[in-house]
């Protein structure tokens, strides 16, 4: 029986996933590998997605044939109902060939979107946020509740921001426990004024949590 190559090691050139820090902490409770391995997958999938939207169907990991390689069919479903059922992954749709998504505030909101869209097709969903109730949903689920200012602001907000920067800013806000519009719109306005930085590598994510919350935002707060 032949043994299997060592791996050769990591290039100079390699992409980055950003992985949360809670799913680290997790794995101390996952015994199963094949758990472990679709979250991880999923979570790799998604993060270099471009679209607002980011889920990933069951037959969209079934037709990677080199990650099928090592995976057979119900490896694959088994990993992904534990992950679900651990809330690593949340499932729309039909439970065989469901859609998932991270369990995060961007997950959460396009699985919403996902089971108020006919059967949970993609074809269906809205592109970014043309029913108002997708960044309401943001604000309400991650911020409070809301009033007739403050959606006035979010309508405007979704006119003026790429959905995907929304989208963005929320999850940095609610990461750094900062959960006010103030902030959220401090960072889509500086990402207008500046440029927003797309590259995705560890060195960034460190100096963009940096960023978001040191004290170059002041000028764009109301002072009370």
Known sequence: MSETPAFPGFTSSETFTQVPDALFRLMSQIRDADELKMALYVLWRIEHMQSAQRFLSRDEIASDAEWMSGCSAADLDSGLEKAVRRGILLRAGPDAGGL?????????????????????????????????????????????????????????????????????????????????????????????????????????????????????????????
């Open 100 to 224: 998932y998504v991270l369990n995060s505030p961007r997950g959460r909101v396009t699985a919403e979107a996902l089971k108020k869209s006919a059967g949970g097709d993609s074809a269906l969903l809205p592109q970014g946020f043309q029913h108002k109730s997708q960044i309401f949903g943001l604000y309400e689920q991650n911020i409070g509740p809301l009033t007739p200012m403050l959606a006035d602001m979010l309508r405007e907000a979704e006119t003026e921001y790429p959905a995907e920067w929304i989208y963005e800013a929320f999850e940095i806000a609610v990461s750094r426990n900062k959960r006010s519009w103030n902030y959220v719109q401090a960072i889509l306005k500086r990402w207008k004024q500046d440029g927003k930085d797309e590259r995705k590598n560890s060195e960034d994510a460190g100096k963009n949590s940096q960023r978001y919350s040191n004290s170059q935002f002041s000028d764009f707060f109301d002072q009370d």
